[in-house]
Each structure stands twice: as C-alpha cells, then as structure tokens.
T-cell receptor
Framework: DAKTTQPPSMDCAEGRAANLPCNHSTISGNEYVYWYRQIHSQGPQYIIH???NNETNEMASLIITEDRKSSTLILPHATLRDTAVYYC????????????FGDGTTLTVKP | NAGVTQTPKFQVLKTGQSMTLQCAQDMNHEYMSWYRQDPGMGLRLIHYSVGAGITDQGEVPNGYNVSRSTTEDFPLRLLSAAPSQTSVYFC???????????FGSGTRLTVV
C-alpha cells in the first residue's frame, strides 16, 4: 500500500472550514483514499473514502486531485468537537485486509 | 449491534507473562486487524485476517500470535510480555470491500 504524508498539526477557528491535506504520490490505480479521526484515546472513527471522484457525506467532503497524488479532507464548519487526530490512508481493495496508518494530523479547533 | 468488542479494557502484566486480548465483532465482517498505538504515535499494524482460517503479518508482528477460527473472533496472544509491549491495542473490522474499518474501544496494556 502507498504511504501518505500529512502535516503534523493544524489549527482552525470554530465555524470556519478545516482543510486537511494529504500527499499520496505513489498511489496506484486500485487504491482508495480513506480518512479516519481519533478523538482523545478512543478508537479511530471512519469519516469518508474515495477513489478518484470527489465525495461528500454528512461528516465531511473529500477532494482528490485529478492525478490522485494528493487529497484534501474538508470539514465545512468546524466545531470544538472536531479537535482530533486525522489519519489519511490508502487501501487497496485487492488486499483490503492490510491498512497501515501514519502519524496523522492533529487538528485543533479554537474558539 | 454491539460492533467491535474488546476485552479486557485495562490489563497489567509482569514481564514474561502471557495473555490473550479478545476481539469479537457481530457485523459479519470478513476483514479484521490488530493495531497498537504507543503514546503520541500513530497506529501500527500487528496482524490482520481476510477471513476465517486466514491470517497474515503486519508491520510489527514479533511477539504476537493470532488465529481466526470463526468470522466473529480474532484473539491476539502475547507470548512472553515485555515492557516494550506497553501500549494501547485496537481491534478493527470491515466488510470485504468498499467499507471503512470499525474500531473497538481499545485495551490499555501495561507491562511491568
């Protein structure tokens, strides 16, 4: 599976959009981009995933560049409860049992 | 549905002791994985399984064994605990394709 690169930390003002970048320049054609978040010491929570088209659900939007080498997770109206560590991973659906996580981005939403 | 259930939630072991961390899911998920998370770090994959009877090693498998005799259960065995295995252990499961992982609440293990 391709490795990902994320900034170690980001800040965002409450009510503003939080844009979290992820670089996955070695992604292959059958690998999906997944995003999770981990609040405090809880188990990670699945947010969203996509292959090449932009995706949106009730939690967030995922924008994947046309060359698929990077993506951005967008939390449209960040709240204090969105303060968490956000992980971007790539996962092949032909070997979907193996998913490796990096160190993620610590997002701090400030009032 | 209970989701992914991990037991125990907390455990203290002495160096050299063995134990089994339990993980069970009731969602009929084919894929299950074990991760460990050291303080301030990301998750590292220990072992994973793509179905009953099939397991494989992840990034940090040494010192751990797994088995998958049923779809529901995926226990993780520590053979001879070492202080370096002090960590939080997470179990996760997912449907075979196109679904995100559901994680358990973790087992916090301290080896003294």
């Amino acid at each position: 599976d391709a490795k990902t690169t994320q900034p170690p930390s980001m800040d965002c003002a409450e009510g503003r959009a939080a844009n979290l970048p992820c670089n996955h320049s070695t992604i292959s054609g059958n690998e999906y981009v997944y995003w999770y978040r981990q609040i405090h010491s809880q188990g990670p929570q699945y947010i969203i995933h996509g292959l090449k088209n932009n995706e949106t659900n009730e939690m967030a939007s995922l924008i994947i560049t046309e060359d698929r080498k990077s993506s951005t997770l967008i939390l449209p109206h960040a709240t204090l409860r969105d303060t968490a560590v956000y992980y971007c991973i790539v996962r092949s659906h032909s070997n979907a049992g193996k998913s490796t996580f990096g160190d993620g981005t610590t997002l701090t939403v400030k009032p | 549905n209970a989701g992914v259930t991990q037991t125990p939630k907390f455990q203290v072991l002495k160096t050299g002791q063995s134990m089994t961390l339990q993980c069970a899911q009731d969602m009929n998920h084919e894929y299950m994985s074990w991760y460990r998370q050291d303080p301030g770090m990301g998750l590292r994959l220990i072992h994973y399984s793509v179905g009953a009877g099939i397991t494989d090693q992840g990034e940090v498998p040494n010192g751990y064994n797994v088995s998958r005799s049923t779809t529901e259960d995926f226990p993780l065995r520590l053979l001879s605990a070492a202080p370096s295995q002090t960590s939080v252990y997470f179990c996760a499961s997912s449907h075979r394709l196109n679904y995100g992982y559901t994680f358990g609440s973790g087992t916090r293990l301290t080896v003294v």
